[in-house]
């Protein structure tokens, strides 16, 4: 049997990308694994994160995976080149991609960029999208309710509108383009399109990092190669098996979706 693709986040969010690696590369089998325990990382300190980033990616590599996909914005931002040095595999993580979409999309050439507060400190999304075009203008926020809502299924109702509408109304008819720099504010998405309106795309990183996942396996001569659908994929976290499979199921549509839990301190 071909090597799975590992995926790995600080929680359920990294379900945004496994979801689209299922939609565009249904043949690819994928190991998930959400640090549930330890959610949310964009709240750690740079070198707790890179910690939790080097046990999670050491977990996946011993489970035998040919790619690693870091589905977590915090450690894309803060962690990913040491990671990318130390791994066995390729890495891939999902901060330039959104990016590069971003640029193309822009028409009034003015970003705004939502993430956690380690994601918006590093500065990264601001560094690489002048790399690309020095002409855009960027607004950055750090938007640090989003994540505890999403893991605890909160995705609509007066909760999430309120903070949704207190992180964002500076943005609104300021920015033309918006990247949701977390892979779990995709799934405020409706709240998030409410609040900023028609004028304004957002960007989902997840959608586009898959891309590149694609194009790298390729490369490396590492795509499956098998006309059939995947049906081995394994999903792991740090606590709470049956609140991930709640949301799980929510998120993916599958029912009998097998989630084992971890102590990822051994890693």
């Known amino acids: 049997?071909?090597?799975?693709?590992?995926?790995?986040?600080?929680?359920?969010?990294?379900?945004?990308?496994?979801?689209?690696?299922?939609?565009?590369?249904?043949?690819?089998?994928?190991?998930?694994?959400?640090?549930?325990?330890?959610?949310?990382?964009?709240?750690?300190?740079?070198?707790?994160?890179?910690?939790?980033?080097?046990?999670?990616?050491?977990?996946?590599?011993?489970?035998?995976?040919?790619?690693?996909?870091?589905?977590?914005?915090?450690?894309?931002?803060?962690?990913?080149?040491?990671?990318?040095?130390?791994?066995?595999?390729?890495?891939?993580?999902?901060?330039?991609?959104?990016?590069?979409?971003?640029?193309?999309?822009?028409?009034?050439?003015?970003?705004?960029?939502?993430?956690?507060?380690?994601?918006?400190?590093?500065?990264?999304y601001p560094k690489t999208i002048k790399e690309l075009d020095p002409d855009v203008q960027i607004m950055c926020k750090a938007c640090p309710l989003f994540v505890p809502l999403v893991e605890?299924?909160?995705?609509?109702?007066?909760?999430?509108?309120?903070?949704?509408?207190?992180?964002?109304?500076?943005?609104?008819?300021?920015?033309?383009?918006?990247?949701?720099?977390?892979?779990h504010y995709p799934m405020l998405r409706t709240v998030i399109e409410k609040e900023m309106g028609n004028r304004t795309t957002l960007i989902d990183s997840s959608k586009e990092i898959v891309i590149e996942v694609k194009e790298l396996l390729r490369k490396k001569g590492l795509l499956t190669s098998t006309g059939q659908a995947a049906n081995s994929h394994r999903y792991f976290v740090s606590d709470d098996p049956e609140k991930f499979k709640k949301m799980a199921r929510l998120f993916l549509g599958e029912e009998n979706i097998p989630v084992e839990e971890i102590n990822i301190e051994e890693y």
Not at 84 to 106: D, F, L, M, N, Y
Not at 161 to 180: G, M, N, P, Q, W
């Open 152 to 183: 605890e299924g909160r995705l609509d109702g007066e909760i999430p509108h309120l903070a949704v509408r207190a992180y964002l109304s500076s943005f609104k008819d300021e920015v033309d383009t918006l990247i949701l720099g977390c892979t």
């Open 1 to 124: 049997m071909d090597k799975a693709i590992g995926i790995f986040d600080s929680g359920i969010g990294g379900l945004t990308v496994a979801r689209e690696i299922l939609r565009q590369l249904p043949q690819e089998n994928i190991i998930y694994f959400g640090d549930t325990a330890r959610v949310p990382y964009g709240t750690k300190s740079a070198k707790l994160v890179g910690k939790y980033a080097v046990q999670d990616a050491h977990f996946l590599t011993e489970c035998g995976v040919k790619l690693l996909v870091v589905a977590c914005n915090t450690v894309s931002a803060i962690g990913l080149r040491e990671l990318s040095h130390q791994s066995s595999v390729p890495v891939i993580g999902v901060v330039e991609s959104g990016c590069r979409t971003a640029v193309k999309a822009t028409k009034e050439k003015k970003i705004g960029v939502i993430g956690t507060e380690a994601t918006i400190s590093s500065g990264i």
